[in-house]
């Protein structure tokens, strides 16, 4: 399955990295199927909200490939990511997940 849609509610996103543009390994800037657009990658630290015995779990580091510029987003603030998916990849004996969503957007408090 490809771009399986995620619900991120239970967790507290917060820019590791803020966003920059997409290169691959020649530097080569990644563009959105089919355009010249641009693609963008943003890292968040997801961390599970408490639970109600106070229990938070780990959390973890994800790159979030974004369809959209983002505009400005800093390193240290709490944001959304809108329409968040998942894929999993494989390729010459690896594997793993590949995250992207539609854009990102500060949480409002």
Avoid: C
Wanted: proline share 7%; no cysteine; charged share 30%.
């Amino acid at each position: 399955m490809r771009n399986i849609p995620v619900n991120l509610a239970g967790f507290k996103l917060r820019v590791v990295e803020e966003p920059s543009i997409k290169t691959d390994q020649d530097g080569k800037v990644k563009t959105a199927y089919g355009t010249d657009d641009p693609l963008y990658v943003v890292a968040v630290f997801a961390k599970p909200l408490a639970t109600e015995d106070g229990y938070r779990g780990r959390g973890e580091e994800l790159k979030v490939t974004l369809a959209a510029n983002p505009g400005p987003v800093e390193e240290g603030e709490l944001v959304e990511l809108i329409a968040p998916t998942v894929s999993h990849w494989e390729n010459e004996g690896r594997s793993g997940l590949s995250w992207k969503a539609q854009g990102v957007k500060p949480v409002t408090r």
